[in-house]
């Protein structure tokens, strides 16, 4: 039976980049295990299809910490303003990167690009062995350890079992780890689509009755598409021709990138607030989207996500350098006090903005148009918005 310090169930965008922030943190004194069900460039894989991620200036300057922003800059579109709207009312705020003096607030990043890269990271880590493709398929404690068996039949044996497997976390439900969910009664569409005018670096968020529509600038001059709307509606723009679903989009976004030319294949993804009671268990920590899945918009989910691992990974490195149990209650407590009032923020913050902004009555349509002009009068008033956005809450 192979023994690792820590095995890492999931080895997306959160398990990788654990995995690789706890080699480099610790200098490669932590034996670490990784277990992926699928490799990066496999056109189905779950974590690294057509989609994009948005990756907060906060974020980016958290990789290159790690040595890792390099290899993955060259895949990266910067966003150097945001457009935020209100469908049918004048309220509207733009954030600029010149202004906040930096050279983007973001950048966009396919994930197909940015798994190939931190896999072959992994690849380059001595202190790093990858299952892949693998899975956990049952896990036992022991008051000392945890043994996973994984579906290739070979046990192994850690002192701390990291759930990095994504919203719906196998490892989670085997252990009957207890979760909350809020169903937001949205689906999102996600697309890539073509426009006539350049995107010149902007995003858009732009708030519907139905849910926010989002264009983030992508590279070969496309945007990535992030459209919430009513599950009734989505099945609908699943079925529409391209044609069709075009014109639907523009009616709803408008003209600022003149017309909407082409859009690629769509995915739909129900959307919901799932997130465990507790990030930790005995001789377990959740991160990533196993801990909270997070309605996207905003963007917050992986840049939170991001958060939870660098917190991990400095806790346990420290744990690691005491001469520590790094698996031991006390350690993972310690995690998920650290994380608690960030978790919280940003989850008050994203589900907020979506009960806020999702609906038709006339008070809160007032009061959020009002909000939005004052912001763009009053820097002070947006600047906590301009905080999550840009990822600039340190990982405690």
């Not at 968020?205 to 529509?213: I, L, M, N, Y």
């Not at 989207?289 to 996207?296: E, I």
């Not at 919280?344 to 009061?367: E, P, Q, R, W």
Request: glycine share 8%; hydrophobic share 45%; with cysteine.
């Amino acid at each position: 039976m192979k023994a690792y310090d820590i095995v890492i169930a999931g080895g997306a965008m959160a398990g990788a980049t654990a995995a690789l922030a706890l080699d480099t943190l610790s200098r490669g004194t932590l034996r670490i295990a990784v277990v992926e069900a699928m490799l990066p460039d496999h056109g189905d894989h779950p974590g690294y299809d057509a989609r994009s991620i948005a990756l907060a200036e906060g974020s980016c300057a958290a990789f290159a910490k790690l040595g890792l922003w390099e290899a993955l800059a060259p895949f990266g579109t910067p966003i150097q303003h945001i457009h935020v709207s209100d469908r049918g009312h004048a309220g509207q705020t733009r954030i600029d990167a010149s202004s906040l003096g930096v050279p983007y607030l973001g950048q966009v990043i396919e994930l197909a690009d940015a798994g190939a890269v931190l896999h072959q990271k992994l690849k380059n880590r001595e202190a790093i062995d990858v299952f892949c493709p693998d899975a956990v398929v049952a896990i036992t404690r022991s008051p000392d350890a945890v043994t996973v068996t994984l579906k290739q039949g070979q046990p192994i044996v850690a002192s701390l079992l990291v759930a990095a497997d994504g919203g719906r976390s196998p490892c989670c439900a085997q252990l009957n780890i207890p979760r909350q969910q809020h169903d937001f009664g949205q689906v999102a569409v996600i697309a890539n689509v073509s426009t006539a005018l350049p995107h010149q670096g902007q995003a858009f968020e732009r708030f519907t009755q139905t849910g926010p529509v989002a264009l983030l600038p992508m590279s070969q001059g496309r945007c990535s598409l992030v459209w919430c709307v009513a599950p009734s509606e989505a099945q609908q723009l699943m079925e529409a021709s391209d044609s069709v679903f075009l014109q639907r989009l523009q009616q709803v976004f408008g003209w600022r990138l003149g017309r909407l030319l082409y859009v690629g294949e769509r995915h739909i993804y129900p959307l919901a607030l799932n997130q465990v009671v507790r990030p930790v268990s005995h001789r377990v920590a959740v991160v990533g989207n196993a801990a909270q899945s997070l309605h996207p918009i905003a963007g917050q989910g992986f840049n939170l996500g991001l958060r939870d691992v660098i917190t991990l990974a400095d806790t346990l490195s420290a744990a690691a350098e005491q001469g520590d149990d790094i698996g031991a209650m006390p350690i993972l407590m310690d995690y998920a006090k650290r994380r608690t009032s960030d978790r919280d923020s940003t989850v008050a913050l994203t589900s907020g903005l979506v009960h806020l902004f999702s609906n038709d009555s006339m008070l809160l349509a007032g009061a959020r148009n009002a909000g939005l002009g004052v912001m763009s009068a009053l820097e002070r008033v947006k600047q906590p918005l301009v905080q999550r956005t840009m990822g600039w809450v340190e990982p405690r």
